[in-house]
């Protein structure tokens, strides 16, 4: 059972343009929802992170926007460069009381191209 | 601070075999996870650490075992390696079990593990 799904698997967009991503998610005891960034031969690193109590949360040039009862997030880049090519995760969390506090359910991955 | 170590960065391995891989946390994390990556299956959680004992497991088979040290370094265990244990294994620290800001988890770069 595919917990948190992510679309699309690929995106290509050019460079300063806007990257989206989009992630679903099934169980109402995930009370944490951060993104993941990848690079080839690295492991994830933790880009940007919200509540479900925040419907958007905006550092830098990442925002995330949540929304609870679609049980829906999604990344956007704004003026997506080169160097943000790489392999994003969303992810969510499993929060206190829930059996499972702690485990962190990954989304399959988007891989990014931008091109310059 | 130093992040999050792993070793060995790359191992070969026949089917049949066992093998350790080692993950040591931020100082101070006392919460270890240890993620499987693999390109079809994406990054699947087999287990959390927390005060030495497992607090969580994935749905992965019994060979797959770990520990935790006093000190918070953990270990995970592969036995009767099969080829499709091939993958990368990313070790994961965090502070505490809870979720929230403050409290993220922060991935090591990997034991990239090749069963032949």
């Known amino acids: 059972q595919q917990q948190v799904k992510q679309s699309p698997q690929s995106l290509i967009v050019q460079k300063g343009g806007i990257s989206i991503i989009n992630c679903a998610y099934e169980n109402t005891a995930f009370d944490y929802f951060p993104w993941y960034q990848q690079f080839p031969g690295k492991g994830p690193a933790l880009l940007i992170a919200?509540?479900?109590?925040?419907s958007e949360k905006k550092e830098g040039r990442f925002t995330i926007s949540f929304n609870k009862s679609a049980k829906q997030f999604s990344l956007h880049i704004m003026d997506s460069q080169p160097g943000d090519s790489a392999t994003y995760f969303c992810?969510?969390?499993f929060g206190r009381g829930s059996g499972n506090t702690g485990k962190l359910i990954f989304g399959q991955g988007t891989t990014l191209q931008v091109k310059p | 601070k130093a992040g999050v170590t792993q070793t060995p960065r790359y191992l070969i391995k026949t089917r049949g075999q066992q093998v350790t891989l080692s993950c040591s946390p931020i100082?101070?994390?006392?919460?270890v996870s240890w993620y499987q990556q693999t390109p079809g299956q994406g990054l699947q959680f087999l287990f959390e650490y927390f005060s030495e004992t497992q607090r969580n497991k994935g749905n992965f088979p019994g060979r797959f075992s770990g520990r935790q040290f006093s000190n918070s370094r953990s270990e995970m265990n592969v036995s009767t390696l099969e080829l499709g244990d091939s993958a990368l294994y990313l070790c994961a620290s965090s502070l505490s079990r809870a979720s929230g800001r403050g409290n993220e988890q922060f991935f090591g770069p990997g034991t990239r593990l090749t069963v032949l």
């Open positions: 992810a969510a969390r």
């Open positions: 919200i509540r479900p109590d925040v």
């Open positions: 100082s101070g994390h006392r919460s």
